[in-house]
């Protein structure tokens, strides 16, 4: 599961988060699909933080 989270597009990783996410409302998930959830979510924080970090690390600061 761990390599297959990195293969997929953060478009599929937010379909997938959206899925479970209403899965989960209306009919619950089972002990799996919870723990899917959980590693998903995980996988989405440390993306945006990688990809906010990058962005950081880009800016350059000019002195007038």
């Given amino acids: 599961l761990m ?33 899917e959830q959980k590693n998903l979510r995980q996988e ?3 993306r945006f933080k990688n990809n906010l970090r990058q962005q950081l690390d880009n800016i350059k600061i000019q002195k007038n």
Avoid: C, H, P, T
Avoid at 7 to 14: D, G, K, P, Q
């Fill in 44 to 46: 989405y924080v440390n």
């Fill in 3 to 35: 390599s297959k989270r990195w293969a997929m597009s953060e478009e599929e990783l937010v379909k997938r988060i959206n899925f479970l996410s209403k899965k989960s409302k209306q009919e619950g998930l089972n002990d799996i699909e919870k723990q």
